[in-house]
């Protein structure tokens, strides 16, 4: 059975990676969601796509240029049109503690230096350790140097290769570094990769897909999980088919 992940939450149905995002998520029963991560000045994890904070914001500067208190207090909803009220940039840790109803999340880490990718993934160990959700995420990258460390270093939880060219094979890609998910471009989808995937051990996930007939098209080639910006939309249609 195909499962379901609210991409930055429900990104076309509240402000993408805010608390009222993945509440939306949840509303409409789905229980696993796709989020970005990057470091405040004080290296706190902010849920947040970008590095930059304009478009979501609408203010000038660098996510890494400011405190996470600071970044508490910006507004994040401008990157949907017309939502009424404030939202702010959580911590993940605001996250974990304000929606322990999720069972599973895909983090998506933009880092590329090794450097960073080293703080960043140490940053998220203690983060779940604390919460005790080992079992709960898979963190996931398209920075091969990321997932280099992760590999080299033994880091003890899961990994997943965000893959959106498809230049090189990404499921021989995600096997080099030790990764359990696949997360793919739904343009990069065939029956035969995702069989082929599956084949090697990996969970086969898809984004970003919000259209019916696409989720039904990758329902039948038998993806593991598809990621979506309208996840009642993804519910109506799975449900129905």
């Not at 990676?17 to 409409?28: G, H, I, K, Q």
């Not at 049109?81 to 998506?108: D, K, R, V």
């Not at 090189?168 to 696949?182: E, K, M, N, T, V």
Request: with cysteine; net charge neutral.
């Amino acid at each position: 059975m195909t499962i379901l992940y609210g991409h930055r939450g429900a990104r076309g149905e509240a402000p993408e990676n805010t608390l009222p995002s993945f509440n939306r998520a949840l509303e409409a029963g789905v229980t696993r969601v796709e989020l970005d991560l990057h470091l405040s000045s004080d290296r706190q994890l902010m849920v947040i796509h970008d590095p930059t904070l304009k478009r979501t914001t609408r203010i000038r500067g660098k996510v890494s240029q400011h405190t996470a208190e600071e970044l508490n207090q910006i507004d994040a909803r401008y990157a949907l049109p017309n939502w009424p009220s404030a939202c702010a940039i959580p911590t993940l840790q605001m996250l974990f503690e304000a929606c322990p109803e999720i069972e599973h999340y895909q983090l998506e880490v933009k880092s590329g230096s090794a450097g960073q990718s080293r703080i960043v993934l140490q940053a998220i160990a203690d983060l779940v350790s604390h919460f005790g959700l080992e079992k709960r995420v898979v963190i996931t990258s398209s920075s091969r140097t990321l997932l280099r460390y992760a590999r080299d270093s033994r880091y003890g939880l899961s990994t997943g290769l965000v893959e959106e060219y498809g230049i090189l094979d990404p499921i021989r890609s995600a096997q080099r570094y030790g990764c359990d998910f696949l997360v793919l471009n739904w343009k990069l989808c065939t029956a035969q990769r995702v069989r082929q995937a599956q084949q090697a051990g990996l969970h086969v996930s898809v984004w970003t897909v919000n259209e019916p007939d696409l989720m039904r098209r990758l329902v039948e080639m038998d993806v593991d999980s598809i990621i979506t910006d309208v996840p009642a939309l993804a519910v109506r249609t799975l449900t129905s088919s």
